[in-house]
C-alpha cells in the first residue's frame, strides 16, 4: 500500500509538472503574438473637427477624416500612389499594382511611401492599410502615414510602431518607383487645404479691418510673403496653428529652404514648435505672450541673429515672477532687442496675442533678421 502511495504521489507530481510546462508554453505563445501585434509605441492625437479633415499631410497628399467615421485606410494609399508614382495599386488583401509601370515586392526595411499591410487575421482586429513616413533602424521603428486611425473624435497622427511588428512592407519597382526619393528632386511645398492656404494667394479680406497702428506692418507682411494660414480677424487671439504657419513661412522666406508636410510636421522640423508632452500640437488652442516669444527667438536663432540673453532686463516688468523658467531666456531675446515690450501691467506672459500683433511682431523680427 505504502509503494502504491508513492506511485501515485509520483504520477501526480508528474502530471503538476507538465500542467506547468504547459501553461509556460501558452504565456510564451501569447508574448510572442503580442510582440508580432499592432503595437503602438507613440502616437499623438488631432480633434477631427468638421467633414473633411485634414489631419496629416506627406508628399503633396492629405490624410482626411469625417466626423463620423471614413474614408477608409485603403483610400489614402491609393490617392498617394496614383498622386506620387502615377500608379494605380489594388488593396483587396496582398497590395498589387494594376496600372502605370511598376511592381511591388515585399522589403525587410521599409522607405518613405512604402506601403504596410496586415491582414486581420495577423492584427487579430481587422485588415489595415499605411504608408511609411519615416524608419529609425537603430531604434527598431517605424512612423505611419495612414487615415482612419481615430479615437474618441481624434485623429492619430505620426504613429509609430515597432518594425517587426505585424505589418508586412511593400516597396514600388521600376520606372517610377524613384521619383520622389531622389536625392536630386525638389522638395513639394503641400498644397493648400482648407484650414490652410499659401500666401500667394491668401486673401486678407477674409481678416476683417486692421486697426490704423497696423496697417502698415500688414503691408508689409504680405511684401514678405509671412502671410497665410490665417482665419481669425485682426482684434482676435491667433491660435497656435496660424502662429506656427507665420513662424514657418517666415523661417522658409529666411533661409530658402522649403519644407512639405503639415504645419506641426514643417514647424517641428525647423525647431520652432513642438507638441505637448503627450504629443499634442493643439492647433485650435491660443498662444500667450511668452510663448510667442520663445517661438521668435528660436526663428532668429535659425536665421543666426539672435544674441544672448541678458535676462537682468526682465527685471524691468512687475510680474517678472509669473514668466515660466523655459521662457526666460525668450522673453529676454525680445525685451532686449526692442521686439517685444510691457503691456502696461508688466510683460503680462500668459496674455493672449492677437492676429495683428502677431503679423507685428513677425514684420519685426523679420526686418530685424535681414538688416
Known amino acids: 500500500m505504502f509503494h502504491i502511495f508513492i506511485l501515485k504521489g509520483r504520477e501526480s507530481m508528474k502530471r503538476i509538472c507538465a500542467g506547468l510546462l504547459a501553461l509556460l508554453l501558452c504565456l510564451t505563445a501569447l508574448s510572442v503574438t503580442a510582440l508580432a501585434s499592432d503595437t503602438t509605441l507613440d502616437i499623438r492625437y488631432v480633434p477631427i473637427t468638421e467633414d473633411g479633415f485634414v489631419a496629416d499631410t506627406m508628399d503633396g497628399v492629405d490624410a482626411i477624416y469625417n466626423l463620423w467615421g471614413g474614408p477608409d485606410c485603403a483610400d489614402l494609399v491609393i490617392r498617394y500612389y496614383d498622386a506620387v508614382f502615377g500608379v494605380d ?5 496582398v497590395p498589387v499594382v494594376t496600372g502605370g509601370e511598376g511592381w511591388l515586392e515585399e522589403t525587410d526595411v521599409p522607405q518613405r511611401g512604402d506601403i504596410l499591410y496586415a491582414s ?32 474618441d473624435g481624434q ?17 514600388l519597382r521600376g520606372a517610377n518607383a524613384d521619383a520622389p526619393r531622389s536625392d536630386d528632386s525638389e522638395p513639394v511645398r503641400e498644397e493648400p487645404s482648407d484650414s490652410w492656404t499659401d500666401g500667394s494667394d491668401f486673401d486678407l479680406s477674409v481678416l476683417g479691418t486692421p486697426s490704423g497702428w497696423a496697417e502698415s506692418y500688414v503691408e508689409r507682411a504680405a511684401d514678405y510673403g509671412v ?27 529666411l533661409t530658402g529652404e522649403y519644407y512639405y508636410g503639415s504645419v506641426s510636421d514643417r514647424a517641428e522640423s525647423l525647431g520652432l514648435m513642438f507638441g505637448d508632452g503627450k504629443g499634442n500640437f493643439r492647433l485650435n488652442d491660443s498662444l500667450t505672450r511668452q510663448e510667442a516669444a520663445v517661438i521668435c527667438t528660436r526663428l532668429m536663432r535659425l536665421a ?41 501691467k ?14 507685428t511682431l513677425f514684420v519685426r523680427v523679420y526686418e530685424k533678421t535681414i538688416y
Not at 155 to 171: E, F, H, K, Q, W
Request: glycine content about 14%.
Open 304 to 344: 543666426g541673429a539672435a544674441p544672448e540673453t541678458d535676462t537682468r532686463v526682465l527685471s524691468d516688468y512687475g510680474d517678472a515672477a509669473e514668466i515660466a523658467g523655459w521662457a526666460k531666456d525668450g522673453v529676454g531675446i525680445m525685451t532686449q532687442m526692442g521686439l517685444m515690450g510691457g503691456t502696461g
Open 120 to 151: 486581420a487575421a495577423a492584427r487579430g482586429n481587422s485588415t489595415h492599410y499605411a504608408l511609411c513616413k519615416s524608419v529609425d533602424e537603430a531604434a527598431g521603428t517605424v512612423t505611419l502615414f495612414e487615415q482612419n486611425w481615430v479615437w
Open 89 to 93: 495599386v489594388q488593396l483587396g488583401g
Open 155 to 171: 485623429a492619430g497622427v505620426d504613429r509609430v510602431i515597432p518594425l517587426d511588428s505585424c505589418y508586412t512592407y511593400y516597396t
Open 227 to 253: 502671410l497665410s494660414g490665417l482665419t481669425s480677424g485682426y482684434q482676435s487671439a491667433i491660435t497656435r496653428g496660424e502662429f506656427a504657419q507665420l513662424a514657418v513661412n517666415a523661417a522658409e522666406s
Open 346 to 359: 508688466g510683460f503680462s506672459p500668459k496674455a493672449t496675442i492677437t492676429t495683428e500683433q502677431a503679423i
